[in-house]
């Protein structure tokens, strides 16, 4: 990470932060990577290497299958099926839990990496704008933490990142058939990872916009009109494992948190159980419109890292003074206009996104399903923040 040190301007005389200013940019790599190795030794050592939780049962058996006998199973899990194809490839090698474990790890640092170069590229090769982002992405442990586990959150934080960086640097069509692949694995890890997929179609429709490029433009919008119906075919496949009516009827917001449920105070109307689940899922909305607007309202604030109601006093005090100026200056981010359009309006579009499916299914108890966006806050506060980091590092040289 790092790089040559900026030669003082001749006609500026040497001060005592100069020689700081000097070392922190030539050794500013290193210092993130240690602060990397760091993190995770103390997540290793906090769960007492690869951790077994929740789904992992089930993604370890089918890892285990896909190992044995090269075949795929049927059901829910196999929504997640590039997890536990990731797994079986450490189990065919016999390298077990800790080889999960650790190329998790091992990915994490890379998606770091990544993350760095993609925010030194879009900021014009700002060092402090990459150090920024990649000081937060490293040193927000609830992201860390997550690699430990055999569970699919750690990968598809990962991949999410490395699917920001390939599109950020598409230039060629060989980068566009990369950046395809990327977003095609990321899709496979969890069924929300489609969320890349449409995100990175709005970036290249906004890319051709910008371009005046009005035939593709044109091609695009009908390309996309087209897909509508395997769109209709995939999600109400994705959907078909999920009792989504059902946690609408209950109230559910935080799933594992009974507390927290919102009990409806007139009856609802309940679409014909027989029809397509994603039928099912727009008839709700537009016969409960306001009903599934409590709902996703109260999903949504919590989507977003505030307090949540179980969280210590300490945790909540901290949430409140770092998630909102972080979230402010991601909004300079995307507004800034020296910044590719295509990476701000991916990065974005990924955050949003993934807001709307937890506003139409349900959060988690812990930030599992805000976490894996949390890279592309990231990103795009320390591009909203570059302009004061200008000026700060021009005041120390």
């Known amino acids: 990470m790092s790089q040559p040190a900026l030669s003082a301007h001749p006609n500026t005389a040497p001060d005592a932060a100069a020689?700081?200013?000097?070392?922190?940019?030539?050794?500013h790599g290193w210092l993130l990577a240690g602060l990397w190795l760091l993190v995770q030794a103390w997540c290793?050592?906090?769960?007492?290497?690869?951790?077994?939780?929740?789904?992992?049962?089930q993604y370890l058996e089918y890892a285990t299958q896909l190992a044995e006998t090269g075949t795929f199973g049927e059901g829910h899990y196999r929504r997640y099926v590039g997890y536990p194809l990731f797994m079986s490839v450490f189990l065919k090698l016999r390298l077990g839990w800790w080889g999960i474990g650790l190329a998790q790890v091992a990915l994490s640092g890379l998606a770091a990496r990544a993350l760095y170069g993609t925010a030194r590229r879009l900021s014009g090769g700002h060092w402090l704008t990459a150090a920024l982002a990649a000081l937060l992405f490293i040193g927000w442990t609830d992201v860390q933490r997550a690699n430990p586990f055999l569970l699919t959150e750690s990968l598809f934080t990962s991949l999410l990142v490395f699917s920001l960086w390939a599109v950020a640097r598409v230039r060629t069509w060989r980068g566009a058939?990369?950046?395809?692949?990327?977003?095609?694995?990321?899709?496979?890890?969890?069924p929300n990872g489609f969320v890349a997929f449409g995100a990175a179609g709005l970036a290249a429709l906004g890319w051709l916009r910008a371009h005046g490029q009005r035939t593709w433009l044109s091609a695009g919008l009908l390309a996309g009109l087209?897909?509508?119906?395997?769109?209709?075919?995939?999600?109400?496949?994705?959907?078909?494992?999920?009792?989504?009516?059902e946690t609408y009827e209950q109230g559910l917001i935080i799933f594992?948190?009974?507390?927290?449920?919102?009990?409806?105070?007139?009856?609802?109307?309940?679409?014909?159980?027989t029809s397509p689940p994603l039928w099912r899922l727009l008839l709700?909305?537009?016969?409960?419109?306001?009903?599934?607007?409590?709902?996703a309202a109260l999903k949504l604030t919590?989507?977003?890292?505030?307090?949540?109601?179980y969280y210590s006093a300490l945790h909540c005090l901290m949430l409140a003074a770092t998630l909102p100026p972080i979230y402010w200056l991601a909004l300079r981010g995307v507004a800034r206009r020296t910044v590719a359009r295509p990476a701000r309006v991916y990065a974005a579009a990924v955050i949003l996104l993934q807001a709307v499916v937890v506003m139409m299914t349900v959060e988690d108890w812990d930030i599992r399903f805000s976490a894996p966006v949390l890279s592309h806050w990231f990103l795009l506060a320390a591009l909203g923040a570059q302009p004061w980091l200008r000026r700060l590092e021009a005041r120390f040289r």
């Open 19 to 27: 020689p700081v200013h000097g070392w922190l940019h030539r050794w």
């Open 44 to 57: 290793w050592h906090l769960y007492q290497g690869p951790r077994f939780s929740g789904d992992s049962k």
């Open 177 to 190: 058939l990369l950046a395809l692949l990327v977003l095609l694995i990321t899709a496979t890890i969890r």
């Open 226 to 245: 087209m897909l509508l119906p395997v769109a209709w075919v995939v999600l109400n496949e994705l959907l078909r494992t999920f009792t989504l009516i």
């Open 256 to 273: 594992g948190y009974p507390q927290a449920d919102l009990h409806p105070t007139a009856p609802l109307h309940l679409p014909d159980p």
């Open 284 to 295: 709700f909305i537009g016969q409960n419109p306001r009903w599934f607007a409590q709902l």
């Open 302 to 309: 919590y989507f977003m890292g505030f307090p949540k109601p």
